[in-house]
């Protein structure tokens, strides 16, 4: 199968489990950095309650493809009104976060102004994503998502996807769209994650010592075509990380890393060895793990193939970018 790279076209042997695998860490890079971007500083659970409370009130907008492009660009945010509010209980039950910490934290928020109390719930208002800060972070976003779609596409690691069933005029740039659809993914995972792991710290620190164990990995190691630990790559190829590490790269209390990791400790997730923490070949080759990691796949397929529909991928074709 033909691959670009650069601008020169090698061909390799198509190896569906492994390029799963490169797939899976490629994407797991992009969504820890776009966190990170989201976060800004601010407490983990913070921006992800932001996140949530934000993709609830475009809801409407994200079922229907006129209005995502009606609201795709930064000068076309959704007016207040047609943001739908959502309750702190759906948000608890949503992100499998107990309500009174999702109560108190959103009080934070509100006397932060990031969000509003209206009828019927929270909303996070039109004032607060056209501000500076906003489009600060959702522009970082915005271009880390285009750098892992041209990551994976010239590395021929994205399925067939769907034609595009509108057509951005020249010039525009889609942030919004790209941002609603993003963070539907984010969320998506989120919920993947709490239902595979049953907490989402605990999985949030699980997904950041996975990735800082394979993010300095040649991309041509991938394992083999299996999910025995033998087909995955080699756990002496895996850099260990310090739990300081973790804790600063994904804004925690060093202790409340600490906690978290001896409960995957116990869990048999994860293990100690010289330089720090890693996730074991063992642990990635459990059968809920690897169902884990085959869902999220489906997660990122279901986005590109969203940005595809929406015209995105094709606007980011035309710029033609060097690989």
């Not at 056209?130 to 959702?138: A, E, K, L, M």
């Not at 915005?142 to 010039?171: C, I, M, T, W």
């Not at 999910?227 to 080699?234: A, G, H, K, L, Y």
């Not at 969203?306 to 690989?323: F, N």
């Amino acid at each position: 199968m033909p691959v670009s790279v650069g601008h020169a076209v090698v061909t390799r042997t198509p190896s569906p489990i492994a390029d799963a695998r490169l797939t899976n860490r490629l994407a797991l890079a992009y969504l820890l950095d776009a966190i990170a971007v989201f976060r800004g500083g601010k407490h983990l659970l913070d921006a992800l309650l932001t996140s949530a409370i934000s993709q609830a009130n475009v809801a409407p907008i994200t079922r229907q493809a006129d209005l995502q492009v009606t609201y795709a660009t930064p000068e076309a945010p959704p007016p207040d009104e047609m943001r739908r509010p959502v309750s702190v209980n759906a948000l608890a039950t949503s992100l499998g976060l107990p309500f009174e910490t999702v109560r108190r934290r959103v009080r934070g928020l509100l006397a932060r102004g990031v969000c509003e109390t209206v009828d019927g719930g929270v909303i996070v208002p039109t004032r607060v994503v056209t501000s500076p800060d906003y489009y600060r972070y959702t522009f970082a976003g915005y271009e880390r998502l285009r750098a892992l779609y041209y990551q994976l596409r010239d590395l021929d690691l994205l399925p067939h996807l769907p034609p595009p069933s509108v057509e951005l005029s020249a010039g525009v740039v889609p942030l919004r769209t790209v941002a609603r659809v993003a963070n539907d993914y984010a969320l998506r995972v989120i919920d993947t994650t709490m239902r595979a792991l049953g907490d989402l710290l605990t999985g949030i620190i699980l997904m950041e010592v996975v990735r800082s164990n394979t993010e300095d990995m040649p991309r041509r190691e991938r394992g083999g075509e299996g999910d025995s630990p033998d087909d995955f790559v080699s756990d002496e190829l895996r850099r260990p990380v310090s739990i300081t590490g973790v804790a600063a790269r994904i804004g925690l209390p060093v202790e409340t890393v600490r906690r978290h990791a001896a409960e995957l400790f116990d869990r048999g997730l994860c293990v100690r060895v010289k330089g720090g923490l890693v996730v074991p070949s063992a642990a990635l080759a459990r059968p809920a793990m690897v169902a884990y990691s085959r869902e999220n796949l489906s997660n990122l397929q279901r986005m590109f193939a969203g940005l595809s529909q929406l015209g995105v991928l094709a606007a980011w074709d035309r710029l033609d970018p060097i690989a």
